[in-house]
């Protein structure tokens, strides 16, 4: 009897444990349901695109001055042009376009230090003046940059950069009016360019969907192109260089010969981006002061092949990398060339040779700006001949 109420003891103690542990699993789910509904989750959000600004001006160590600042006379500054334009950018919100205004500055505060701290007498006068040889000299130094007190000997003025002044330096002079000291600040601009483009003196300007605005240029030709840089106060400075000479297409091409009855005999086709061979074509871009020099190859990419030499056993004379094109064949009336396969990969060629050109890329290094010039190469005359028969009259 004893043993039996202690199995069942045992027994009652389980379920209830059982019951217990039944219960805070229900808790706990119940309370993860809530969380849930209630509780959203704390999703990050991307990145918002930072516009990082070029500071308008700079003293002589590179830290940025900026116009909300008072900052001790420094020994030399710097206004670039890129922020200057930046800064004198006005927001149009009828039109939603941007213009510039020539006839705001761009300011920074500067303050000049008497000593000792103590000195009765901390009244100075700034003046500005040009440096040595400027090429802007024959006009007054006021219509580039100002100086301005707060007041009547105040230690405290404000610098304003009103236009360009080139390679040119102005000297911002302090002198205090016990004692006659004095301390300058050499002032520069950097003229980097917010805009690049390049126009053509001899080559065509042409236009169609594929390309975009290109220049048809001749074979085994040299064509100059003007590179233009500015900014908003037309006076810049410039490294310029070739960035890259490259092509825009993947096409056709093949191994092999032509056989007796003029169409061609194929060991290999493949396909090639433009990209490979642009050198062939652009043989050389060399840029001297503002203008790029282009000089072309001698084939057209319909004429093309790399090279040509005879079989291992010297019977045909094979082209390698033959741009692949569709052959006339007049007696049938139709266009192919030789099998099905490579007569589509020609179709191919013929129907996007339209989207394809070559380019030059040149780069100003001081700005970083780029500007691309697309080019295709068309047949150049040769010469002209006369028949060696002669007319009677």
């Not at 309370?31 to 308008?56: M, R, S, W, Y």
């Not at 900052?71 to 927001?91: D, E, I, K, N, V």
């Amino acid at each position: 009897m004893s043993n039996y109420n202690d199995n069942s003891s045992w027994s009652d103690k389980f379920s209830w444990i059982i019951t217990i542990v039944a219960m805070v699993l229900v808790a706990i789910l119940s309370i993860g349901l809530l969380c849930a509904l209630f509780i959203q989750p704390n999703e990050e959000k991307p990145d918002e695109q930072t516009e990082v600004q070029q500071a308008a001006v700079i003293d002589g160590e590179g830290n940025a001055m900026d116009a909300d600042t008072v900052y001790a006379m420094p020994t030399a500054m710097s206004f670039s042009a890129a922020s200057l334009a930046q800064a004198r950018a006005h927001f149009d919100e009828p039109s939603t376009t941007t213009t510039v205004s020539s006839d705001e500055s761009v300011d920074v505060r500067i303050e000049a230090y008497v000593r000792p701290d103590d000195a009765a007498n901390k009244k100075v006068d700034f003046s500005v003046s040009w440096g040595t040889a400027p090429t802007h000299g024959s006009e007054p130094v006021e219509n580039y940059l100002t100086v301005t007190p707060d007041s009547d000997g105040s230690t405290t003025a404000t610098v304003s950069c009103k236009k360009a002044f080139g390679d040119d330096t102005i000297l911002i002079t302090v002198t205090t009016r016990e004692g006659g000291y004095t301390a300058t600040c050499t002032v520069t601009f950097t003229g980097v360019a917010d805009g690049i483009s390049i126009s053509g003196s001899t080559a065509t300007k042409k236009s169609s969907s594929g390309r975009g605005e290109y220049y048809e240029v001749g074979t085994s030709k040299t064509y100059t192109f003007n590179i233009s840089l500015t900014n908003a106060f037309d006076d810049v400075a410039s490294d310029l260089s070739v960035k890259e000479i490259g092509g825009e297409g993947t096409m056709y091409f093949f191994n092999g010969y032509s056989n007796d009855a003029g169409y061609y005999v194929y060991s290999e086709t493949f396909q090639k981006d433009l990209s490979e061979i642009a050198s062939k074509f652009i043989t050389s871009a060399t840029i001297s002061g503002n203008t790029l020099t282009i000089k072309t190859g001698s084939k057209i990419l319909e004429n093309y092949y790399d090279y040509s030499a005879p079989d291992e056993y010297y019977i045909v004379e094979m082209l390698y990398d033959r741009y692949l094109v569709e052959v006339r064949d007049d007696l049938m009336g139709y266009k192919d060339v030789g099998d099905s396969f490579n007569n589509q990969n020609a179709k191919y060629n013929a129907e996007h040779i339209d989207d394809c050109y070559f380019y030059v890329t040149i780069e100003d290094e001081i700005s970083g700006l780029t500007q691309t010039v697309k080019l295709w190469l068309v047949s150049s005359v040769s010469g002209v001949s006369l028949s060696p028969s002669t007319l009677e009259f």
